[in-house]
């Protein structure tokens, strides 16, 4: 189509072929240096654009908070000019992360973005107390644990199976509340092909769910185990999980906190210990490498049970979870679930509780080499809480940082997991050929 007249006419494109167009909005955050860190002191200026179709949306108006992570204030509301918005951030004059937040209300619809400075990550330390007992307390349990036959049964589940992989629901034994045997449940996945292979443990993150087992690790060639905790079976109907999720589930994490002797995650982590036996008992176990591995409480459970356990030859553990969860005491982030957030559990008899179940814990004792991750966005797992763990582990580490990620992998980042796991369990990083 031309419009205009004689010479100097302009060729315009024809109008979409769309009966109506939906626009996705972007609320983009960014401080002003590549690496998102910072020394203390130094000053951070964040940037704030709101796009639509990758361009700016123009008289967007966002309201925005700020302040050190899960404890911003509001700092007001700005219109966002075409080339971004720039806010001052202030700084940090200790080790720690200076978040900023911002929404968007676009449409009807809000939008929401953060970003969140690092300010000499490497130096923060915990806040979490090492009992003098902590090893004389994990050392009488376990030998409970091992009074408790294993009692494992399998069943092969035909229509889970691949070509490559057979796939099993298994249960055991093991401790529960007052000495006696919990059943457990999990699926086991291992490799058709005849051979030795290392096996990996893949412990849950929080929640309460099926699980389907991971029948693309095993198909690498590795015997996997992956567990619920709630010692309910894992192939029940999807109602039955939330109506437990809303019901005698929710609080999980605070069960029986004010008692180290009967905390819900007592049982938990001796479950994750027990699981062990499925493995190195196992046929085709190559009898060397057994790694633990997880996200969220899953990253707590695989550094727990790698500390637990010695036959743990490496730990892969994602935004863990449960780290420094007294920071809340210090006026900073602590790790989920945020119990000491809540007045109500600042008690003289739940804090000790914590200090013999906190990740930070169990990484002072870490042998076994490990490969850990997250991002400095993570407002589950805030990255205090995550840091403070990671620097008292001795044993050989490596740390994996994608900066604007949140609490949910990306893509890239689910594909480095099991890329780590594969090498560190010594498997391949390749499905095993048929």
Known sequence: MLTGVGHGAVARPAPLPATAQVVACQLVVAPDRADWTYAPGDPVTFTVRVLANGHPVPDAVVRYSVGPERFEQPRGEARVPLEGLKIDGGTLNQPGFLRCVAEAEIDGTVYRGLATAGFSPGAIVPTQVDPADFDAFWADRLAALAKIPVNARFTLVPEACTADVNVFQVSYDSWGIGGQPDRFFGVLTQPIKPGRYPAVLKVPGAGVRPYPGDVTLAATGLVVLEIGIHGIPIDLPAPLYEHLRQGALQDYTSYGLDDRDRYFYLRVYLACVRANEILV????????????????????????????????????????????????????????????????????????????????????????????????????????????????????????????????????????FRERVCRLAGGNEKPAAK
Request: hydrophobic share 35%.
């Open 281 to 416: 008992k196992h046929e085709q176990w190559d009898g060397k490498n057994l790694v633990a591995a997880g996200g969220s409480q899953g990253g707590q459970l695989a550094i727990v049970t790698s500390a637990l356990d010695r036959r743990v030859t490496a730990t892969v553990a994602n935004y863990p979870a449960y780290c420094d969860v007294t920071g809340y005491l210090h006026q900073r982030a602590g790790g989920w679930p945020h119990l000491l957030a809540r007045p109500e559990h600042q008690t003289e008899a739940k804090i000790r509780t914590t200090a013999y179940y906190d990740t930070v814990n169990f990484a002072r004792r870490l042998r076994a080499p490990g490969s850990y991750g997250w991002g400095y966005n993570d407002v589950t797992c805030p990255p205090t809480s995550t840091f403070a763990a990671y620097h008292v582990i001795t044993a050989p580490k490596e740390l994996w940082l994608q900066l604007d990620m949140g609490h949910a992998s990306t893509s890239e980042f689910s594909a480095q």
